[in-house]
């Protein structure tokens, strides 16, 4: 029912194929124009993952949390066309007054990692988990997940999380209940809970596919933290061995990896932490240091432009963008922002009203703590 409600109100367009012999300096110039023409009705966010092309056009750039905050605040735009993937633009839809239109210029921009858990998925292992652990977990589930995980989440007492907050986030939820249920990412989730001294063998995962709590283990009564099995497609390229390969040949660069990395990665890096934080460290440098970063490639090739003071490499030499966050370029925006001036609104999200209500309420919590 929910599947077929966020189907119908989200009519999936296609950009028409014109579009994709137009100029560089022409795409430039129209929004450019349309920008202009909207004024403050309009505003473009950009994840700092996105191309420089669209980039180049955002009122704000950030990461999920700050755009997340941007939105919330913005009381005056009548457009929000949110460059980013789709889960960003559901959240600034419900952080967003009814009178404000979220638009996606590309419906195929998504997460693989939020389609790693499902609502049916999250309903069999919450009725399952209560059998065993009764009522002593809270739900936690990064932003990165659909907008009905986020109301399941907020219907259960729990609350949304970015990787810039998920520490303080995990620490209010331990003082509500016992146990965590964090989804959609066991990495974040696990790196976030051993920095806060919970022990791997106090850790379980949840496995959506077979629905069964893997954990070696004798005592499931030990268990503190339920980690969904969910992981990014991006940040599960860089390995042990890409660390190896720097130390060994580079063994005064520095090496920052994103949380969603694995624990083994975190644990050999030399620091870890969100997108901003990645993106404050590199600008705090001294000139001359060395970084090798592990995270998404359309930042580390900002980072390494905008900082030709410092040596900065990619920590695996061959990765590539998120390629669905890549999905939202200069022809898509501009498709979009025509749409807009000619009043056809393409790829609006729109979460129905019974799902919003719920998932505010965990954002909320979140928003309220950070
Ligand atoms: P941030 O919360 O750091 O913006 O990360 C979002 C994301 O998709 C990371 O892969
Ligand atoms: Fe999702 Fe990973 Fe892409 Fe982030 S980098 S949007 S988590 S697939």
Redesign the pocket.
């Known amino acids: 029912m929910e599947l077929l409600d966020i189907l119908e109100h989200e009519k999936k367009e296609m950009m028409p194929e014109s579009y994709k012999n137009l100029t560089t300096a022409e795409m430039e110039r129209r929004v450019k124009e349309i920008k202009e023409k909207f004024g403050s009705k309009l505003y473009i966010p950009g994840h700092h ?1 996105q191309k420089d092309e669209v980039v180049q056009f955002s009122d704000v750039t950030g990461d999920s949390l700050q755009l997340a905050q941007a939105a919330a605040l913005n009381k005056e735009a009548e457009y929000i066309v949110f460059c980013g ?1 789709h889960f960003m633009a559901e959240t600034a839809d419900m952080l967003t007054s009814e009178n404000q239109k979220v638009i996606l210029p590309d419906m195929r921009a998504g ?4 389609d790693m858990a499902d609502i049916d998925q999250t309903d069999r292992a919450w009725e399952k988990l209560q059998i065993v652990f009764g009522d002593t977990i809270l739900p936690l589930t990064y932003v ?1 997940s659909t907008a009905a995980i986020k109301a399941f989440v907020g219907k259960n007492g729990g609350a949304t999380v970015t990787s810039s907050n998920a520490k303080k986030m995990l620490e209010w939820a331990f003082t509500q209940k016992q146990r965590i249920l964090f989804l959609p990412d066991q990495h974040l989730g696990r790196n976030t809970a051993y920095d806060l001294g919970v022990p791997l063998d106090k850790m379980a995962i949840w496995n959506p596919i077979t629905n069964e709590l893997e954990y070696d283990g004798n005592n499931v009564e030990e268990i503190v933290v339920i980690l969904w099995k969910g992981h ?4 599960e390229n860089f390995t042990v061995k890409n660390i190896e390969h720097i130390r060994k040949t580079e063994p005064d660069m520095n090496i920052i990896v994103h949380p ?1 990395c694995s624990r083994e990665v975190v644990g050999l890096s030399d620091y870890a932490g969100s997108t901003k934080y990645i993106i404050d460290m590199i600008e705090a440098a001294e000139p001359g240091t060395k970084w090798a970063i592990g995270t ?1 490639m359309n930042l580390v090739n900002r980072l390494i432009q905008n900082h030709s003071d410092k040596k900065i490499v990619s920590l695996n030499p061959f990765m590539c963008p ?1 390629l ?2 890549n999905r939202i370029d200069l022809p898509h925006l501009l498709w979009s922002l025509e749409g807009l001036e000619k009043e056809e609104i393409s790829n609006q999200i729109i979460v129905p009203e019974h799902i919003t209500k719920d998932a505010v309420l965990a954002l909320d919590r979140m928003l309220a703590n950070v």
């Not at 997460?111 to 939020?114: I, K, L, T, V």
């Open positions: 993952y993937v997460c693989s990692m939020a990165n990014c497609s991006v940040h969603e998404e998120c669905t966050m």
